[in-house]
Every structure is written in structure tokens, then in C-alpha cells.
């Protein structure tokens, strides 16, 4: 295990796993659910960067919004399915860290500065609302099922959401291989394949670490925002991603169009309209980055719990302009990809399709129309968001 103590190591070892993704993006992609990418979550969990979070006080680095903000783009530019997978265990993390109790944040930082993973099991279907859980907690036991639990498949840790006899929302952290732990790989979806976010299966799981999480949500936080920050960083990973394989296969591969070489165009990149477009795109993902350290800043100035609903609205809405530009942009540059580079382009061999399905899979995360509305509302009448400030 990689001791990861700094800003600069932290960025140093995403630098390594990155390129460690790299050979193997486009086979990951491919096989999808088929099979499981168990050698590059090693290098992952090996690097030392699921630790640097945690705070100083239970023995980790405590490192803050800036350098999770940049290991997660620079591995997203890479691959954004395996970027994505630590993004739950980044939140529990900050769950741990603020409302566990002693005995909780003992045993489960120790695994985590071990490189020993916590996936998620939140999200569930056929309630009429997120947060309408049919997953129970009765008498210490655990049952329900869950949907989209990514990370769940090669975990150490799960993170349960349920209600308990009082109907209060709770957090259980059950081991994933304990008795009535079942995790399929039912993950069938265009993009972001390499996630397996299957679905789990609880059947009478004892559950002995249980903490308050409705808490979290009745006082000003930092939870949603560090959270969505997570994403933001996955998206601005994929349109610069997207950007670099554009730029590449203009310089090594595309030949000029017949109108280019009239116009004087010795080769694709000559072009004049190519130019305006990858300079149009490359702005915008510049321009994505840059909301992106400028959210990061503000929550770290903001610190991990905000002073007041003000604060927590400030953070709130500076992440989620990063995010809401982000997605579009990403989208954009993965879609632009194809105009500048040409038909040879989406040749299935070179899988360059995967960026657009990428994107599009993951921007359709959460409603990016209510971040513009929330944004305009502050803007135009001080109205903060809701939730204590929190979106």
C-alpha cells in the first residue's frame, strides 16, 4: 500500500493508475458486465487514493475538495467508468467522518487506509420518490434490494440505506461477502459499462454497524456538494478525454476533406473549419476545468461543515455550475470528436464512440435543467436551494 500524505503525491498517484488504465480502456468498455475489471481496481485500491480523505484525526492525510477534484479528472480523462466507482465510497467517507461514532470510524478507516473499498447500495426502484425506501431494518437485520450499486461487486464494504422500526433513515455498513449478500451484473446500459452498478440483494443480513444518516440532512452540509463535485471532476475527465483522442487522431490518422485540399489544407488539422471547431471545443473544456478548481476552492474555503444554510448554498451552487457545464460540454466534445475527425473515425476498432456514451450515461445523473433553475433563482431573487441550502 502507497502512502499518500500530500496534494502532490495525491495527483502523482492518479498520474500512475492512469496510466496503468490506459492499455486497457477499450477492452474494459467492450466487455462491459462480462467481466469484472478486477486488475484495475487493484491498481486503484493499491494506490493509496481511497485514503486521502480521511481525516487527519483517524489517521489519514485529510486532504480536501482541490485534490479530490484532480485525482478524479485526471483519472476520468483516462477511464470515467473505473473514476466513477470510488465516488460513493468518497461520500461514506465523509458520512464516517462526520456523524459515525468512535467505534464505527475505528473499524471501517482502518480498512480504508488498508486500500479496502466501500461501495454503495442507495438507490432503489418503484418508490415514488429517491428517498421513498422499501429496504428495512428490523431487530439488527437487513433486508431490501438496491439498484445501480456501483462499486458494491468489488468491495469490501457495502452502505446500506434503509429505514429502521421508527422509519428514520439509516446507514448500515455490512461486509460484502457476509451470509445474504447477493450482487448481480445486471448493468446493461450504453455507457460507463466498466462500473457493474448491478443490483444487491439483502436477505436477513445481520447489521451490526448502523449509524443516523437523516441527521446529516437535517443541518447545513457538504455531503451532496462534495459528492456532486465527484461528478463534475468524472465529467470534465471526459470531455478533456475526449478532446486528447480528437487531437490525436487529427494529427496521426484523418485525412483532409477534398474541399480542405482546395482551401490549401495539407492535412486535417489544415483545415480551417476543423480549427474553428477544436478551438471552439477546446475553450469549452478549458472553461469546464476552470468551474471546476474554482468550485473545489470555494468548498474548501467553505470547510467540511458550513457555518450556516448560506454557506452551505454557496457551495452548493458553485458545484453545481461546474456540473451542469460540464455535462454539456463533455457531450459536446464527445459529439464534436466525430465532425472534425470524419467518418473513418467511427470505425468500431477504434471505439471512440465509448466518450460520447460516457458522457451521455453519466450527465443524465441527476436533472442538470434544476442546477441552471437553482443558479437563476439565487441570482435573480436570493432564493438558496433548497434542503439547507443543499441541493
Known amino acids: 500500500m ?8 495525491a495527483l502523482a498517484a492518479a498520474e500512475r493508475v492512469a496510466a496503468a488504465l490506459a492499455p486497457g480502456v477499450v477492452r474494459r468498455d467492450r466487455d462491459g458486465a462480462d467481466a469484472v475489471p478486477v486488475e484495475a481496481l487493484a491498481d486503484l485500491d493499491g494506490s493509496g487514493l481511497l485514503s486521502i480523505t480521511v481525516p487527519s484525526a483517524d489517521g489519514g492525510p485529510g486532504l480536501g475538495p482541490l485534490t479530490l ?30 456523524h459515525a461514532g468512535p467505534e464505527v470510524r475505528r473499524r471501517l478507516f482502518a480498512d ?6 466501500i461501495g454503495n447500495a442507495l438507490a432503489e426502484r418503484g418508490g415514488s420518490h429517491a428517498q421513498d425506501l422499501s429496504t428495512r431494518i428490523a431487530d439488527g437485520r437487513l433486508t431490501g434490494r438496491k439498484y445501480y450499486c456501483t462499486g458494491a461487486l468489488t468491495s469490501a464494504w457495502i452502505a446500506v440505506s434503509a429505514l429502521d422500526d421508527a422509519r428514520r433513515l439509516v446507514l448500515a455498513f455490512v461486509p460484502r461477502d457476509a451470509p445474504g449478500v447477493t450482487i448481480g451484473t445486471d448493468w ?23 449509524i443516523d444518516y437523516a441527521g446529516a440532512f437535517e443541518v447545513p452540509q457538504q455531503l451532496g456538494a462534495r459528492a456532486q463535485l465527484v461528478h463534475a471532476a468524472i465529467e470534465v475527465g471526459i470531455a478533456e478525454g475526449a478532446l486528447r483522442d480528437t487531437r490525436d487522431y487529427l494529427r496521426e490518422k484523418a485525412r483532409p476533406s477534398t474541399e480542405a485540399v482546395r482551401a490549401g ?10 480549427l474553428h471547431r477544436y478551438g471552439q471545443v477546446a475553450t469549452r473544456v478549458r472553461a469546464a476545468a ?13 470547510g467540511p461543515v458550513p457555518a450556516d444554510a448560506a454557506a452551505a448554498a454557496r457551495g452548493s451552487l458553485a458545484v453545481a455550475a461546474a456540473k451542469a457545464f460540464a455535462s454539456e460540454v463533455a457531450v459536446q466534445t464527445a459529439s464534436e470528436l466525430f465532425a472534425m475527425c470524419g467518418t473513418s473515425s467511427t470505425a468500431a476498432k477504434y471505439d471512440l464512440d465509448r466518450h ?20 437563476a433563482a439565487w441570482e435573480l431573487a436570493g432564493v438558496q436551494p433548497p434542503n439547507h441550502g443543499q441541493l
Open 2 to 9: 502507497i502512502a499518500v500524505v500530500s496534494h502532490e503525491a
Open 290 to 302: 476552470a468551474l471546476l478548481r474554482e468550485a473545489a476552492g470555494v468548498l474548501e474555503q467553505i
Open 112 to 117: 480504508v487506509l488498508a486500500g479496502r473499498r
Open 265 to 274: 489544407a495539407a492535412g486535417a488539422a489544415d483545415d480551417p473549419h476543423v
Open 188 to 210: 446493461d446500459v450504453m455507457g460507463q459499462r466498466a462500473t457493474i452498478s448491478g443490483t444487491t440483494t439483502f436477505e436477513d443480513v445481520a447489521a451490526e454497524l448502523v
Open 69 to 98: 477534484a484532480e485525482v478524479t479528472r485526471i483519472i476520468a480523462a483516462v477511464d470515467p467508468a473505473i473514476a466513477q466507482i470510488p465516488q460513493a465510497h468518497y461520500l461514506l467517507v465523509d458520512v464516517l467522518a462526520r
Open 356 to 375: 460520447w456514451r460516457n458522457a451521455r450515461t453519466h450527465s443524465v445523473h441527476d436533472p442538470v435543467a434544476w442546477k441552471y433553475h437553482h443558479l
